[in-house]
């Protein structure tokens, strides 16, 4: 499950970055980094009976550690 959210998120990225040219998301002078996303599905995975969510989320997380280090919210 966590290999599905790494590869799904990668897959997100290249789509992002490729396709859309979309490289930020900014709210304010803050960017936020897609592995706030993961976060947020990890907390809906407790709060729900939904572990595939639980593992998503951390899919996610661990896919932007690799390849953009351990952060979820930034000063632009």
Do not use: W
């Not at 980094?33 to 907390?43: A, K, N």
């Not at 969510?53 to 979820?72: A, E, K, N, S, Y």
């Amino acid at each position: 499950m966590i290999f599905l959210g790494y590869i799904g998120i990668s897959i997100f990225e290249f789509v992002a970055l490729n396709i859309f040219r979309k490289e930020k998301f900014l709210i304010s002078g803050y960017r936020l980094h897609h592995s706030l996303y993961g976060l947020l599905f990890i907390i809906i995975g407790f709060m729900l009976p939904a572990t595939f969510m639980i593992f998503l989320g951390c899919g996610i997380v661990l896919q932007h550690t690799v390849t953009d280090g351990f952060r979820f919210i930034s000063k632009e």
